[in-house]
């Protein structure tokens, strides 16, 4: 194993102080993204039993045609979109947000903003 970079590990410890107190329940499911420099990737996960319930990501086949790139907020924002409704199809419309230990702002923002106009509430 190699080291881990500053960068990576504030992430890491900013993801378990999150985690201590956003669970996902049935009634309404935690919403998780993750992000690389080229992908972005979310899904909706019911932690009472430990299963994904609803996922999308731009290294989808679908995700080619709604935009170029996940890279980027364009990309974050039809993810958030095609995200949302998947979920709504499903019946969920109420989850807690988890960051994932990046900060609010970005493409991680443009994904939440996105899932909310799709019909989410958190």
């Given at each position: 194993?190699?080291?881990?970079?500053p960068?990576?590990?504030g992430?890491?410890?900013?993801?378990?102080?999150?985690?201590r107190?956003?669970?996902?329940?049935p009634d309404r499911?935690?919403?998780?993204?993750?992000?690389?420099a080229r992908?972005?990737?979310?899904?909706?996960?019911?932690?009472?039993v430990?299963?994904?319930?609803v996922?999308?990501?731009?290294t989808?086949?679908?995700?080619?045609?709604?935009?170029?790139s996940g890279?980027?907020?364009q990309?974050?924002q039809?993810?958030g979109?095609?995200?949302?409704?998947?979920a709504?199809?499903n019946?969920?419309t109420?989850?807690?947000?988890?960051?994932?230990?990046y900060?609010f702002?970005?493409r991680?923002?443009?994904?939440?903003?996105?899932?909310?106009?799709g019909?989410?509430?958190f």
């Amino acid at each position: 194993m190699g080291r881990i970079s500053p960068r990576r590990l504030g992430r890491l410890m900013r993801h378990k102080r999150v985690r201590r107190k956003v669970r996902g329940t049935p009634d309404r499911p935690r919403l998780v993204v993750f992000r690389s420099a080229r992908h972005i990737y979310a899904q909706v996960v019911d932690d009472t039993v430990g299963h994904t319930v609803v996922s999308a990501a731009s290294t989808e086949r679908v995700f080619g045609e709604l935009a170029p790139s996940g890279g980027n907020r364009q990309g974050a924002q039809a993810l958030g979109r095609l995200l949302a409704m998947r979920a709504v199809e499903n019946g969920i419309t109420r989850v807690v947000f988890d960051r994932n230990g990046y900060f609010f702002h970005g493409r991680v923002k443009a994904l939440a903003d996105a899932a909310r106009e799709g019909g989410l509430v958190f």
